[in-house]
């Protein structure tokens, strides 16, 4: 796998920038550090990298943390501003390669910059959620019919009444009664209605027990420690604000004896250590050379992957289950990679390719609509759910694990890169090869 290519040291930019603030001389900072001057200067102009004691020393002079002078302190503010880099207007022409001065000169702006940037991927998720929402909520569409049924009953009453000067008085006051009627459900409805809409993207309230699983499992980090050694999983979920609905709850206990199964055939302290060399090698990722190592499945390793730890060595996963008919049945988002909360997936996605072509495993390079457009590698592999079952009915699952580019290897020489989205209406026409004259990004 490609390394990325080595960037200077931040530490020395910002101990010139904060000794500069400060009005202090290089010989003075040198004296208080217990440095000689020379040695300083290598250090600051980033020709000398300083031992950690150094570095305290130098930190204790200037009154700061010794973290923040750590050169890795900035990493993630340079990737957010490389990231608004890649998202500015035509036209604009960031200094990309001057990122890492900005952040050793400028610490306050650049964090400033990344909050911003971090702020506005926030937005567009969101908007991209509530627009999902708009268009496939049925809890949405069973209001907005409510609320036009009952203006229309008020409309259709209200008219009768305007038009018709010789009404019997008994009729009279049953249209009355029939326009008090509809209005308190017209208000009730239009109270739901807004109610519904005012929740937040974290609702509990959610439409689908599915949701109401995934929800409960994103708080958890998408692991729940008590997998690995077993327990009562009815004790387990009882009370959890999330599962509030019985249907939640037994998918939960589901999932919960699916996933100790899975923690069974790969325990974290055979797996862990496995994963971090692999990824700390950098000769990329091949889970099929682990599947063959710990001697199980394909869609039982991208289950396993997805749900593990947080460890710094690991990546997160991605990962997007479905059934035969295409409708997902399981979604872990990564950056980057947003699924559909409602409504089928893009049909560009490599796991229904794979739910065509039962274990035949399909791994392909995708680039996810977005700015600036994500780069991932996918593998997919679909099977029956239960492989020892001989009599009907057959319940076939398709997975697909999602792996940023960066950590699993980019395309292969020659291999084509997809173009998909997370669905057909949210993905940009023209972005789209099915929505537009057949091509592939190139790699």
Not at 25 to 41: F, I, K, T, W
Not at 121 to 129: G, T, V
Request: net charge negative; with cysteine; hydrophobic share 45%.
């Amino acid at each position: 796998m490609p390394r990325p290519a080595p960037r200077p040291a931040l530490s020395g930019t910002r101990i010139r920038a904060l000794r500069t603030a400060r009005r202090l001389g290089q010989a003075d900072l040198a004296r208080m550090a217990g440095v000689s001057p020379s040695y300083l200067n290598l250090i600051e102009h980033n020709r000398r990298r300083a031992s950690a004691p150094v570095l305290e020393a130098i930190a204790k002079a200037l009154q700061i943390p010794a973290e923040a002078l750590d050169e890795r302190a900035g990493d993630a503010q340079i990737q957010a501003l490389r990231t608004a880099a890649a998202r500015a207007q035509p036209g604009t022409e960031p200094e990309v390669d001057r990122a890492d001065e900005l952040v050793g000169r400028f610490p306050g702006w650049a964090a400033l910059l990344a909050q911003l940037q971090a702020l506005a991927e926030a937005q567009e998720r969101i908007i991209e959620r509530l627009s999902d929402r708009m268009a496939h909520d049925p809890n949405l569409s069973a209001s907005l019919h409510e609320i036009v049924s009952a203006v229309t009953s008020v409309q259709s009453t209200a008219a009768i009444l305007a038009e018709s000067e010789d009404l019997e008085p008994e009729w009279r006051a049953l249209f009355h009664r029939n326009v008090h009627d509809d209005s308190v459900r017209l208000a009730n409805a239009a109270e739901a209605l807004v109610a519904f809409l005012d929740t937040s993207s974290e609702e509990t309230g959610l439409a689908a027990p599915q949701e109401e699983l995934e929800s409960w499992l994103e708080r958890q980090g998408f692991h729940v420690a008590a997998v690995e050694a077993g327990g009562d999983w009815a004790a387990l979920i009882a009370g959890q604000a999330e599962l509030a609905s019985a249907a939640a709850r037994s998918l939960a206990e589901d999932w919960l004896a699916r996933a100790h199964e899975d923690a069974r055939a790969l325990p974290l302290g055979r797996l862990m250590p496995v994963l971090v060399r692999v990824f700390t090698a950098g000769a990329g990722f091949a889970p099929e050379e682990l599947a063959r190592h710990f001697g199980v499945g394909l869609a039982q390793l991208f289950r396993r992957l997805a749900t593990l730890p947080p460890d710094p060595g690991i990546p997160r996963f991605g990962l997007a289950a479905c059934d035969g008919s295409g409708t997902l049945t399981f979604r872990r988002p990564i950056e980057g990679f947003q699924l559909p909360r409602f409504g089928g997936a893009c049909p560009l996605w490599p796991l229904y390719e794979a739910l065509l072509r039962p274990d035949r495993p399909v791994r392909a390079p995708v680039e996810f609509a977005g700015r600036p457009p994500g780069r991932f590698i996918a593998h997919a592999v679909a099977g029956a759910r239960d492989p020892l079952r001989f009599e009907p009915p057959f319940v076939w699952e398709a997975s697909m694990l999602v792996t940023p580019a960066s950590v699993a290897g980019g395309a292969a020489e020659g291999e084509a890169v997809r173009a998909l989205g997370s669905s057909c209406r949210v993905c940009p026409r023209e972005f789209c090869p099915g929505r537009r004259e057949p091509s592939i990004v190139s790699g």
